[in-house]
């Protein structure tokens, strides 16, 4: 049945494709796998944030009965790295050591158990060094050596400047220029599930099953470090406890229980402790940031000036990335004509940090949401009034190049407003409400690796009436098969249920770059979109045919087609064509501005959000309650609403972990909180409830206009929640998450007569060059 | 086979009864229920998400009362009734706790999902009409990363409905 909508399937609350197998325990995660013979690996890691190895002595590890192998960093001397600029990671370190939990050997034993006390039996010989721990000791000379030994000056890592506009004659020009420093702690993803991967070795050919996000990036690692042709590679995804971006790295242990696998002929398998799961992290970049700004008498924003500079951990990961991107999102919310963006990201002897949900960009997006509601204040204005009167508008270019199509700022703002009634809000001592806004990619326009190729690719399979799609995108809980089942089910007049799946296995599944950057929907969508159009039109045709009727009279739907049922109709077209395969795929459009970095930031299209956070504060205990969250997000066209509000909603949820509780952090090279315990994220007990606004504008390129839902929700949330204690309490909190401690203190200082804030009271001086000079775009061009 | 069994462990053979069947196994002695349920008797939908009883997701039902798997030795519960997530459904009509999950999306990877879904089907089955708060409270030693909690509390609440 078609439904007001137009659709048959697509936007109803659909059951998950996959949710009996989930709620049943019958999902097959990597660790829940044990083929015959399965032999256990674990891993020996650094207990010394920056040193040396001198020696590695694995002879009485070897010796030990159980023990069938041992590896070290001699066995697995390539260099690999998600991103081609920064191939600086061994799968086992040999030489030198650069945070606590870095991997310098491994066991494949019979037994866990035997495995681990081999790893005991192991004697590394280090030369300890001076660790470097902080963004400021990173800028400084280091007192031994550097960590990695490229980059510079001394720990810097990266330095971006980018300039786009008259940036000094906007600033001249406003009557209103402020600054501000906020500081953004980092956190982890904490997935429930432990990285798990399982390797075997038969006929020459390599097979890995993995918890990742991404088999294709795997597998193009797995090829480099074992110098193995890919065709001889298989990697698949298993099903997948939890990624949010922690698992969208090629990891140290995929590789080494690859690598014992082909040594010891038999299964080898290893699944992280959860403590190593901490050490594994590329999580949540801490984030120090400036940014100036300068505002007509009205408060339109005529110039900003943002620094960022982030702390890398100790290897590159996606951190190069992870820079441009604290740069470029500012302007496809708010129209700012001149803009002058420079970033450093550097190394420190910590666990890696990469992309968590957002990707680099809830940081900026925090310090810019609260840096416009003070200049609000300043003008008497309400943050929001300010924040309207400079929304971008739909079919834009922004002056850093980024292509706005749909764009639903206005519609989530009005919805998030009336619904929490925040212009109306009850003044109450301890009690306040906080507004912010968002957007985020719908998929990065460019690829990890420079390639010509299509971001994704589906196979549609059609024989006897049973429908197969393949495609390598990965399923992480966000339901992308379901995407997959819904777009093919809505172009066949079948219900999801019917599509059988074939997914992530880089064996038998077309290309999909996998699940991050929210590109599934939007990409793998397309490709579905097109290989089941062109499906729809060879059984159209042949029923046509049989029937003698024009085929653009044949009503495709409720299992079938025209005066014949689906089954028949498959019949009728493979009597006709042959084998029934049809394929689709996706690239994004050429987006990328002409300025060199301009790869990061373009995406085909924008999500936008919302969020109004009702809390209150306690001025004694610091203690933050938030009592509601409201959440507006434009999702273009919500494919399955259900799981569409389960993004949304999770995404809230991460979102208030991240302002009020979560965090990375260190002593004395020291993980503080290796532990799910210590590490605090929210309960149940913890979490308000969230009332959720899908807005859909409709999006001229997503498959029936559908953009990203997993990512943008989350950036409103922790400026929301700053913003919202500072209306409950008269202070601000610039620094992230927002614990009762900096709270009280900020209190303290606000009764002192001092300024009524806690947060980082400068920016270091950083050697930033003198920035790339970038045209804008013309005038009305898109 | 080299060194298979060389390590001198303690072992004890126990029956336990886990979903309605006995079994007699072969353990060494210091094997958590969780590994004995996931390795021995290749009960796999019960997950592990820390192993030191911190984030609930091991949860099984003793005698009808949520327990952390990781932190309880088989002998300390022989003869004692084990409910697993796959003793869960009545053959293949899901347990109604399990349809509300399914319908309402309260499994998003799903990882979580087993244990949440013994812990509540624990609470409902000593308090059919808990309030949201009441079943919040029974969770919360339960942790989730993916769907916020609110689909499970909407899926706990709908099946109690349905149960009533």
């Given at each position: 049945?078609?439904?007001?909508?137009?659709?048959?399937?697509?936007?109803?609350?659909?059951?998950?494709?996959?949710?009996?197998?989930?709620?049943?325990?019958?999902?097959?995660?990597?660790?829940?796998?044990?083929?015959?013979?399965?032999?256990?690996?674990?891993?020996?890691?650094?207990?010394?944030?920056?040193?040396?190895?001198?020696?590695?002595?694995?002879?009485a590890?070897?010796?030990?009965?159980?023990?069938?192998?041992?590896?070290?960093?001699?066995?697995?001397?390539?260099?690999?790295?998600?991103?081609?600029?920064?191939?600086?990671?061994?799968?086992?370190?040999?030489?030198?050591?650069?945070?606590v939990?870095?991997?310098?050997?491994?066991?494949?034993?019979?037994?866990?158990?035997?495995?681990?006390?081999?790893?005991?039996?192991?004697?590394?010989?280090?030369?300890?060094?001076?660790?470097?721990?902080?963004?400021?000791?990173?800028?400084?000379?280091?007192?031994?050596?550097?960590?990695?030994?490229?980059?510079?000056?001394?720990?810097?890592?990266k330095?971006?400047a980018?300039?786009?506009?008259?940036v000094?004659?906007?600033?001249?020009?406003?009557?209103?220029?402020?600054?501000?420093?906020?500081?953004?702690?980092?956190?982890?993803?904490?997935?429930?599930?432990?990285?798990?991967?399982?390797?075997?070795?038969?006929?020459?050919?390599?097979?890995l099953?993995?918890?990742?996000q991404?088999?294709?990036?795997?597998?193009?690692?797995?090829?480099?470090?074992?110098e193995?042709?890919?065709?001889?590679?298989?990697?698949?995804?298993?099903?997948?406890?939890?990624?949010?971006?922690?698992?969208?790295?090629?990891?140290?242990?995929?590789?080494?229980?690859?690598?014992?696998?082909?040594?010891?002929?038999?299964?080898?398998?290893?699944?992280?402790?959860r403590?190593?799961?901490?050490?594994?992290?590329?999580?949540?970049?801490?984030?120090?940031?400036?940014?100036?700004?300068?505002?007509?008498?009205?408060?339109?924003?005529?110039a900003?000036?943002?620094?960022?500079?982030?702390?890398?951990?100790?290897?590159?990961?996606?951190?190069?990335?992870?820079?441009?991107?604290?740069?470029?999102?500012q302007?496809?919310?708010?129209?700012?004509?001149?803009?002058?963006?420079?970033?450093?990201?550097?190394?420190?002897?910590?666990?890696?940090?990469?992309?968590?949900?957002?990707?680099?960009?809830?940081?900026?997006?925090?310090?810019?949401?609260?840096?416009l509601?003070?200049?609000?204040?300043?003008?008497?204005?309400?943050?929001?009034?300010?924040?309207?009167?400079?929304?971008?508008?739909?079919?834009?270019?922004?002056?850093?190049?980024?292509?706005?199509?749909?764009?639903?700022l206005?519609?989530?703002?009005?919805?998030?407003?009336?619904a929490?009634?925040?212009?109306?809000?009850?003044?109450?001592?301890?009690?306040?409400?906080?507004?912010?806004?968002?957007?985020?990619?719908?998929?990065?326009?460019?690829?990890?690796?420079?390639?010509?190729?299509?971001?994704?690719?589906?196979?549609?399979?059609?024989?006897?009436?049973?429908?197969?799609?393949?495609?390598?995108?990965m399923?992480?809980?966000?339901?992308?098969?379901?995407?997959?089942?819904?777009?093919?089910?809505?172009?066949?007049?079948?219900?999801?249920?019917?599509?059988?799946?074939?997914?992530?296995d880089?064996?038998?599944?077309?290309?999909?770059?996998?699940?991050?950057?929210?590109?599934?929907?939007f990409?793998?969508?397309?490709?579905?979109?097109?290989?089941?159009?062109?499906?729809?039109?060879?059984?159209?045709?042949?029923?046509?045919?049989k029937?003698?009727?024009?085929?653009?009279?044949?009503?495709?739907?409720?299992?079938?087609?025209?005066?014949?049922?689906?089954e028949?109709?498959?019949?009728?077209?493979?009597?006709?064509?042959?084998?029934?395969?049809?394929?689709?795929?996706?690239?994004?459009?050429?987006?990328?501005?002409?300025?060199?970095?301009?790869?990061?930031?373009?995406?085909?299209?924008?999500?936008?959000?919302?969020?109004?956070?009702?809390?209150?504060?306690?001025?004694?205990?610091?203690?933050?309650k938030?009592?509601?969250?409201?959440?507006?997000?434009?999702?273009?066209?919500?494919?399955?609403?259900?799981?569409?509000?389960?993004?949304?909603?999770?995404?809230?949820?991460?979102?208030?972990?991240?302002?009020?509780?979560?965090?990375?952090?260190?002593?004395?090279?020291?993980?503080?909180?290796?532990?799910?315990?210590?590490?605090?994220?929210?309960?149940?007990?913890?979490?308000?409830?969230?009332?959720?606004?899908?807005?859909?504008?409709?999006?001229p390129?997503?498959?029936?206009?559908?953009k990203?839902?997993?990512?943008?929700?989350?950036?409103?949330?922790?400026?929301?929640?700053?913003?919202?204690?500072?209306?409950?309490?008269?202070?601000?909190?610039?620094?992230?998450?927002a614990?009762?401690?900096?709270?009280?203190?900020?209190?303290?200082?606000?009764?002192?007569?001092?300024?009524?804030?806690?947060?980082?009271?400068?920016?270091?001086?950083?050697?930033?060059?003198?920035?790339?000079?970038?045209?804008?775009?013309?005038?009305?061009?898109? | 086979?080299?060194?298979?069994?060389?390590?001198?462990?303690?072992?004890?053979?126990?029956?336990?009864?886990?979903?309605?069947?006995?079994?007699?196994?072969?353990?060494?002695?210091?094997?958590?229920?969780?590994?004995?349920?996931?390795?021995?008797?290749?009960?796999?939908?019960?997950?592990?998400?820390?192993?030191?009883?911190?984030?609930?997701?091991?949860?099984?039902?003793?005698?009808?009362?949520?327990?952390?798997?990781?932190?309880?030795?088989?002998?300390?519960?022989?003869?004692r009734?084990?409910?697993?997530?796959?003793?869960?459904?009545?053959?293949?009509?899901?347990?109604?706790?399990?349809?509300?999950?399914?319908?309402?999306?309260?499994?998003?990877?799903?990882?979580?999902?087993?244990?949440?879904?013994?812990?509540?089907?624990?609470?409902?089955?000593?308090?059919?009409?808990?309030?949201?708060?009441?079943?919040?409270?029974?969770?919360?030693?339960?942790?989730?990363?993916?769907?916020?909690?609110?689909?499970?509390?909407?899926a706990?609440?709908?099946?109690?409905?349905?149960?009533?």
């Amino acid at each position: 049945m078609t439904e007001p909508n137009g659709f048959a399937v697509v936007g109803k609350p659909l059951p998950r494709v996959d949710s009996v197998a989930k709620v049943t325990g019958r999902s097959v995660y990597a660790d829940d796998m044990l083929p015959a013979r399965t032999l256990h690996c674990k891993i020996l890691r650094s207990p010394h944030p920056h040193a040396r190895i001198l020696a590695v002595d694995t002879s009485a590890a070897r010796r030990m009965p159980g023990v069938l192998a041992v590896i070290t960093g001699a066995d697995l001397p390539i260099k690999f790295g998600i991103l081609p600029v920064t191939q600086d990671e061994r799968a086992l370190e040999h030489e030198k050591v650069r945070y606590v939990g870095d991997p310098i050997a491994a066991v494949a034993a019979t037994e866990e158990e035997i495995a681990a006390a081999a790893c005991d039996a192991i004697a590394v010989e280090y030369e300890v060094l001076e660790p470097v721990m902080s963004i400021e000791s990173a800028l400084a000379e280091p007192k031994d050596e550097r960590i990695q030994d490229y980059g510079g000056p001394n720990n810097i890592h990266k330095l971006v400047a980018l300039e786009f506009g008259d940036v000094d004659g906007g600033f001249a020009r406003a009557e209103h220029v402020r600054e501000d420093v906020f500081f953004f702690q980092g956190n982890t993803h904490l997935p429930m599930e432990q990285h798990s991967a399982l390797a075997t070795y038969v006929d020459g050919k390599l097979t890995l099953w993995s918890s990742t996000q991404v088999v294709h990036y795997v597998h193009r690692a797995l090829a480099k470090v074992l110098e193995m042709p890919m065709s001889r590679i298989r990697v698949i995804g298993a099903a997948h406890g939890g990624g949010f971006g922690g698992k969208t790295d090629p990891f140290a242990h995929e590789i080494i229980v690859s690598k014992l696998a082909i040594g010891t002929g038999r299964p080898v398998k290893c699944t992280l402790t959860r403590e190593e799961v901490f050490y594994a992290h590329r999580g949540r970049h801490p984030v120090l940031m400036w940014v100036r700004t300068g505002v007509s008498g009205e408060g339109k924003i005529l110039a900003m000036h943002f620094r960022t500079a982030l702390d890398g951990g100790a290897y590159g990961s996606y951190g190069v990335a992870s820079t441009f991107y604290t740069g470029a999102l500012q302007t496809v919310t708010y129209d700012i004509p001149a803009y002058r963006f420079e970033g450093c990201r550097v190394f420190t002897n910590k666990p890696p940090c990469g992309p968590k949900r957002g990707h680099g960009t809830p940081q900026p997006r925090f310090a810019l949401e609260l840096h416009l509601d003070k200049i609000a204040h300043e003008l008497g204005l309400q943050g929001v009034e300010l924040k309207q009167r400079n929304f971008i508008r739909p079919m834009t270019r922004t002056v850093n190049w980024l292509r706005v199509t749909s764009c639903g700022l206005e519609e989530c703002t009005e919805r998030v407003m009336t619904a929490s009634g925040y212009m109306k809000r009850e003044r109450r001592a301890g009690h306040g409400m906080g507004f912010a806004i968002s957007s985020y990619l719908s998929g990065a326009g460019t690829a990890i690796y420079w390639n010509d190729m299509p971001h994704s690719e589906v196979q549609i399979k059609v024989d006897r009436g049973g429908v197969t799609a393949y495609c390598g995108a990965m399923d992480i809980g966000q339901g992308s098969d379901s995407v997959l089942a819904t777009i093919v089910a809505e172009e066949l007049g079948l219900q999801p249920a019917d599509i059988r799946l074939v997914t992530a296995d880089t064996d038998t599944t077309p290309i999909d770059l996998g699940s991050y950057s929210s590109r599934v929907t939007f990409m793998a969508g397309n490709a579905a979109l097109e290989a089941a159009r062109k499906m729809r039109a060879l059984l159209v045709e042949a029923v046509a045919a049989k029937t003698s009727k024009d085929p653009e009279t044949i009503r495709v739907g409720d299992g079938r087609m025209g005066e014949v049922s689906f089954e028949e109709a498959s019949v009728l077209a493979e009597a006709r064509f042959g084998t029934l395969t049809t394929a689709g795929s996706y690239t994004p459009p050429k987006l990328a501005g002409p300025y060199k970095g301009s790869g990061v930031g373009p995406s085909p299209a924008y999500s936008y959000s919302a969020c109004v956070v009702d809390l209150d504060a306690d001025a004694r205990s610091g203690l933050v309650k938030v009592n509601k969250v409201w959440i507006a997000h434009d999702v273009g066209r919500a494919i399955n609403p259900l799981l569409v509000e389960g993004q949304v909603e999770g995404s809230v949820y991460m979102g208030l972990g991240e302002a009020l509780m979560e965090e990375q952090a260190f002593r004395k090279g020291l993980h503080k909180w290796p532990s799910m315990l210590e590490y605090k994220s929210p309960t149940f007990v913890d979490m308000p409830e969230v009332q959720t606004f899908l807005v859909e504008t409709v999006d001229p390129e997503g498959p029936y206009g559908a953009k990203e839902a997993g990512q943008g929700p989350l950036l409103p949330v922790p400026p929301a929640v700053c913003a919202a204690v500072h209306d409950a309490l008269g202070i601000w909190i610039d620094e992230v998450p927002a614990t009762p401690e900096k709270v009280v203190e900020a209190l303290r200082r606000k009764a002192k007569g001092e300024p009524p804030r806690y947060g980082p009271s400068r920016f270091p001086t950083i050697p930033f060059p003198d920035p790339i000079k970038a045209e804008p775009p013309a005038h009305g061009q898109l | 086979m080299k060194g298979e069994m060389a390590r001198d462990v303690e072992r004890l053979v126990l029956a336990l009864d886990v979903n309605g069947e006995r079994t007699e196994l072969l353990l060494p002695v210091h094997k958590t229920l969780l590994e004995v349920l996931r390795e021995d008797m290749r009960l796999t939908g019960t997950k592990h998400g820390c192993e030191l009883g911190e984030c609930g997701t091991c949860t099984v039902l003793v005698d009808g009362a949520p327990q952390l798997s990781c932190l309880v030795l088989p002998v300390q519960i022989e003869g004692r009734r084990v409910t697993t997530i796959e003793g869960m459904a009545n053959g293949s009509v899901l347990h109604p706790l399990q349809q509300a999950f399914v319908e309402l999306g309260a499994a998003q990877c799903g990882y979580c999902t087993p244990g949440i879904l013994l812990a509540a089907r624990s609470l409902l089955d000593g308090r059919p009409r808990p309030t949201r708060e009441e079943i919040g409270e029974a969770l919360a030693g339960n942790l989730c990363r993916c769907t916020g909690y609110a689909k499970i509390l909407d899926a706990v609440e709908l099946a109690a409905e349905r149960m009533a």
